[in-house]
Structure formats: C-alpha cells, structure tokens
C-alpha cells in the first residue's frame, strides 16, 4: 500500500509540474506623454513581491508573480521631482496603491517559437486594480544548475483596460495609453 502511495504523489508530481520560487526579479516600466519620445517619457522600477514558476521537465507549465504596487519607483527623475511622481503614481490619479496594495500575473500558457533571442511567448492573464486582462510577450526562457530565468522582450499593455486612468480635467489628453515593461525574474 505504501509503494502505491508514494507512486501516486511522484505521479502527481510529474502531472502538474515543480514549483520554483522567485529568488530575484527586475521589472522595468516606460511611460509616456502623447508625443512619445524620451523627452516626454518617465521610466523606473517595480518589485515583485512574491512568485513561482512551474516547471514541468525543463518546460514552464505556469506559474505566478505578485507585484508590490507600493513599491513603484520613478528612476528617470530624483529629489523632489522624484517625490511628487512617485506619489501622483500611487494615489488615485493612476495605480490607488492604497486599495489595490498589489498586482498579480498569472501564466496561462507558453508557447515555443523560432526566434532565438526570444524563445518563447509567454501568455498570462494581468490584474490590476481588480481588473483582469490577457497579455502575452516574447521571453527567453533558460534553464541552468537547477534555475530558471525568464527574460522578456520590451512589450506593452492598454492601462485604460485596467481602470488605471489619469483622473484630470484633460481625461488622458498628456498621456499615452500604452505602458511599456520588461521583467526578468529567477526562479529555484
């Protein structure tokens, strides 16, 4: 009874995959004015908090990040300028960190192509402020001594989807809709 019983959880293993925990992360974030260039763009940091991925073989099979919105960093910019974007960032004008403290990405498939750069599309679904979005990237994905890295391409995302909306008069006159990112996290 017991060989049957460990049988079955090697079996669930191989089913559903290893977990790995992120053991170190880089998120990088572009936005932009209406005229985008980089005179008009402010660009810096956000953390993840938390995050795992599955691995299934030398494959991911899934996984998810928690990104810590408290955390967001503007690094083009310093002092009391630094200061004051930080803040316009977090409080209701866009992210509302105070009542949506994190963001989430959740892998929802991955997907080989023939470019090698970037071996692969990564598919997951976003949550920001409560609300959930498909997105997808290019990412290479290696595999070395037991750790996985997961290195995207610069891709983009529609903030207005996620409610994150500059709450002035003008009504998103100044500020492009497009948010750009990387993200390179490490899993073991």
């Known amino acids: 009874m017991k060989k049957i019983f460990i049988l079955a959880v090697l079996a669930s293993g191989l089913a559903f995959g290893q977990a790995k925990k992120v053991v170190s992360s880089d998120v990088h974030w572009w936005g932009y004015k209406v005229a985008k ?9 956000i953390t993840v908090k938390s995050g795992s991925i599955v691995m299934k073989g030398s494959e991911i099979a899934g996984g998810s990040f928690v990104l810590d919105m408290n955390s967001i960093n503007a690094t083009d910019v310093s002092g009391e300028t630094q200061g004051k974007l930080n803040g316009h960032l977090k409080n209701g004008d866009f992210f509302e960190v105070e009542k949506f403290p994190t963001a989430t990405f959740k892998i929802t498939s ?6 090698k750069m ?12 409560g609300k959930t979005n498909p997105v997808s990237f290019p990412a290479n994905v290696t595999v070395k001594g037991g750790v996985v890295t997961l290195t995207s391409d610069k891709f ?3 903030r207005q989807k996620f409610d994150v909306a500059y709450k002035s008069s003008m009504k998103d006159v100044f500020v492009k809709d497009e948010i750009e990112m990387t993200v390179k996290v490490s899993a073991k």
Do not use: C, E, M, P
């Open 118 to 129: 970037y071996n692969r599309t990564i598919n997951g679904d976003l949550t920001v402020k």
């Open 156 to 158: 983009s995302f529609d």
């Open 37 to 45: 260039s980089q005179a008009s763009s402010h660009d810096g940091t």
């Open 110 to 115: 991955v997907k080989k192509n023939n470019d």
